[in-house]
């Protein structure tokens, strides 16, 4: 999932997330959610973070980064499963480390950490509307 981060977070993006976090609610297989939401998680006291969280929460879900996942500081990023899973291994490998010195920032250029963890599972694609834009070619779908 992506919310873009030049935007404000809007109550549209909530209701979307809602759809989508509805659609996967009767699903017995696990589920991983995961995305650049660009919201400061790490801000508890942010009205956009606590909304977040509590949709999450309302969904059985968890959220499993923890740190800093933007070069300037910030939880941005997230890795989520279902409250009755085990909690995954979930690394951050620092940007900001990535210094031209060993070409990681040639390799890597992004003001986010890369985030993996391990997934042993059978992906589940949700079908969503096909976007093109003015030139014809498709656009990646992200959650406004």
Known sequence: MYRP???????AFFAELGDVLDSLATSTDPTVLVGDVNIRLERTADPNAVEFSELLCGYGLVQHVSGATHDAGGTLDVVCTRDDLPPPIVDVIDVVSATPSNNLRHVIPADHGSVSTPISSRPICLRLPSVTN??????????S
């Not at 981060?5 to 109550?11: C, K, M, Q, R």
Request: net charge positive; aromatic share 0%.
């Open 5 to 11: 981060g030049s935007t404000s977070v809007t109550a």
């Open 134 to 143: 003015n030139s014809g070619q498709r656009s990646t779908v992200t959650i």
